[in-house]
């Protein structure tokens, strides 16, 4: 039973154009919400997070929306860039609410960025 | 600075041998973290230290995987009878303290059981 669900497999994107990445998730626990980016041969490198208290952060050319009542974040790239195509997790925990602090994943999106 | 690091970065086992996995964690880090990377799926959590201790070891699988932090710094993750289906990448993360929320990750070690 997937908690963290990822249902778009891959994207693929125009240079400059914006890429946007969902993530849905099941348990309502979760109060800590991670996006992850994974080139090959790596290991996941920390992009942006947000807590449930947020409805959404921002970090340069990337943006995390929360919607708590649909159980649903996104991730905006934008302007997205070449160097963006790797593999996107999109994670979660229920650390703030006494849970652990274990990440849940979701299988990833890869995204390319054409140019 | 120095990231954490993972040895080997390859690992190819026969059925049914034992493995040793290693991990460095960043310089000053309280909190390590064991993952499982199977093909086509998202890391999985297998264990959690907080210094030397384990605070969370729900996601092992079974009593074949076990993971010692001795002196609250490297970690390694040992697999007693390794089956085929022990093979995926396991990736190793450190946290600054237990309220530190950014976990950075190794870049894993690839094991290979044939």
């Known amino acids: 039973d997937q908690q963290v669900k990822q249902n778009s497999p891959s994207l693929s994107v125009q240079e400059g154009r914006i890429s946007i990445l969902n993530c849905d998730y099941t348990?309502?626990?979760?109060?800590?919400f991670l996006w992850y980016k994974k080139y090959p041969a790596e290991g996941p490198t920390f992009l942006i997070s947000?807590?449930?208290?947020?409805d959404k952060n921002e970090d340069g050319r990337f943006t995390v929306f929360l919607n708590k009542s649909a159980k649903h974040l996104s991730l905006h790239i934008v302007p997205s860039q070449p160097g963006d195509s790797a593999v996107y997790f999109c994670?979660?925990?229920?650390?703030?609410?006494?849970?652990?602090?274990?990440?849940?994943f979701g299988k990833g999106t890869k995204l390319t960025v054409n140019p | 600075g120095a990231g954490v690091s993972q040895t080997p970065s390859n690992k190819v086992t026969e059925k049914g041998k034992y493995v040793e996995l290693r991990c460095d964690p960043i310089s000053g880090h309280t909190a390590l973290y064991w993952y499982r990377q199977s093909l086509g799926q998202g890391p999985e959590f297998l264990i959690y230290?907080?210094?030397?201790?384990?605070?969370?070891d729900s996601g092992l699988p079974n009593d074949r995987f076990f993971a010692v932090r001795p002196e609250g710094s490297v970690s390694t993750l040992k697999i007693q009878r390794t089956e085929r289906g022990d093979s995926a990448v396991y990736l190793c993360?450190?946290?600054?303290?237990?309220?530190?929320?950014?976990?950075?990750f190794g870049p894993g070690t690839r094991l290979t059981v044939l």
């Open positions: 348990n309502s626990m979760f109060d800590y």
């Open positions: 947000i807590s449930s208290i947020k």
């Open positions: 994670a979660a925990s229920d650390y703030y609410q006494g849970g652990s602090e274990k990440l849940v």
């Open positions: 230290f907080q210094g030397t201790g384990a605070a969370d």
């Open positions: 993360a450190s946290s600054l303290s237990v309220e530190s929320d950014t976990q950075y």
